[in-house]
């Protein structure tokens, strides 16, 4: 089962960057005790995005597989640490079953059969003096695993807009609306203009959701 929890996140974000960005306008006479909402919506239709830059996120991903983990580290201008299969012992592994195995007994029968052929043979390694190191070689994508992710608010805008499209995988584009729906929580702001439609994200910069 997927979880996403959130780590740590740039205490009054919104305050910092509507700090920050009015300085690239020394519009500081401009604000007010409400303003950070109007002035970050504005720098986000006008795409200069790079104030956002200054607030960032952790999160901690746990249940995803091998395969989600190996999309997710492709975004570089980001943080990542995860569970090792050089260091930890992988022998209860559990792993992730897609939904178009999990509704087709027969072949659900046979994929839990294979893993379950997998972990005995990953045990015979282990117990044969094989090194945690090279026994993970046998080990599938689907092998769930855990990692934690800091990115600035930027990079999660981007992350979130081609990882929460219809066209990404479904394992990722379910973690990207997790993480959406507690960003639009705690800085509402800086992601005003993305939402969940149905199992995907979308976009609208109108000012009508």
């Keep these: 089962m997927i979880e996403v929890k959130l780590l740590s996140i740039t205490p009054d974000a919104e305050a910092l960057i509507e700090e920050c960005g009015r300085t690239a ?3 500081f006479s401009k604000k007010t005790e409400n303003s950070k909402e109007k002035f970050i919506k504005m720098i ?5 995005l790079s104030v956002l830059e200054h607030a960032s996120a952790t999160f901690r991903i746990k249940g995803g597989s091998r395969s989600f983990t190996h999309q997710l580290v492709r975004h570089r201008l980001a943080a990542f640490t995860q569970q090792s299969q050089r260091y930890v012992s992988e022998n209860n592994f559990s792993y992730v079953i897609p939904d178009a195995i999990k509704n087709n007994h027969g072949i659900r ?3 839990e059969e294979h893993m379950e052929n997998v972990r005995r043979f990953y045990e015979t390694l282990l117990n044969n003096g094989v090194k945690k190191e090279d026994a993970r070689f046998v080990l599938p994508n689907a092998v ?5 992710m800091t990115a600035n608010f930027r ?3 981007h992350i979130l807009e081609i990882r929460g499209d219809l066209h990404a995988q479904w ?3 379910k973690i990207a609306i997790e993480i959406l729906k ?5 800085a509402p702001s800086c992601f005003f203009d993305m939402y969940v439609d149905g199992n995907q ?4 910069q109108s000012g009508k959701r």
């Design 144 to 148: 769930e695993s855990e990692i934690v």
């Design 109 to 111: 029968v046979m994929y």
């Design 201 to 204: 994200i979308k976009s609208d």
């Design 25 to 27: 306008y020394l519009s």
């Design 155 to 157: 990079e999660w805008r």
């Design 171 to 173: 394992e990722i584009r």
């Design 44 to 48: 986000i239709r006008s795409g200069h």
């Design 182 to 186: 507690i960003l639009k929580e705690k």
